[in-house]
Nanobody
Framework: QVQLVESGGGSVQAGGSLRLSCAAS???????????MGWFRQAPGKEREGVAA???????NLTDSVKGRFTISKDNTKNTLYLQMNSLVPEDTAKYYC?????????????????????WGQGTQVTVSS
């Protein structure tokens, strides 16, 4: 059973930075159990939306609203996924979730569809004040 645990959320002022971490256990990330991991977020009253995803070969994909500000990365030796968030704006306020294992080995196309992803963390809150 794959387990994902997020950390690193908090409250910051607009223009600030945060780095989220997602510690994965129950599998070896660089092995053949999970190929794709991603970050999603959900603001109150809104649907969950994809933020960033990373393939097993390190290829990344980010949603347009965070391009140039957020970076997704991973450390296979630590089985940890990261989301570096810079130049934060109040619209980034949401609960951020780590996810793994969409229906296909590739992340391609799955950032827009959170429901089919098989594994989720409990989420970490990010609040950006103006």
């Amino acid at each position: 059973q794959v387990q994902l645990v997020e950390s690193g959320g908090g409250s910051v002022q607009a223009g600030g930075s945060l780095r989220l971490s997602c510690a994965a256990s129950g599998y070896t990330y660089s092995g053949d159990r999970v190929y794709c991991m991603g970050w999603f977020r959900q603001a109150p009253g809104k649907e969950r939306e994809g933020v960033a995803a990373i393939e097993i070969d390190g290829t990344t994909n980010l949603t347009d609203s965070v391009k140039g500000r957020f970076t997704i990365s991973k450390d296979n030796t630590k089985n940890t996924l990261y989301l570096q968030m810079n130049s934060l704006v109040p619209e980034d306020t949401a609960k951020y979730y780590c996810a793994a294992d969409p229906p296909t080995p590739s992340c391609t196309g799955w950032l827009q569809y959170p429901r089919p992803w098989n594994y989720w963390g409990q989420g970490t809150q990010v609040t950006v004040s103006s």
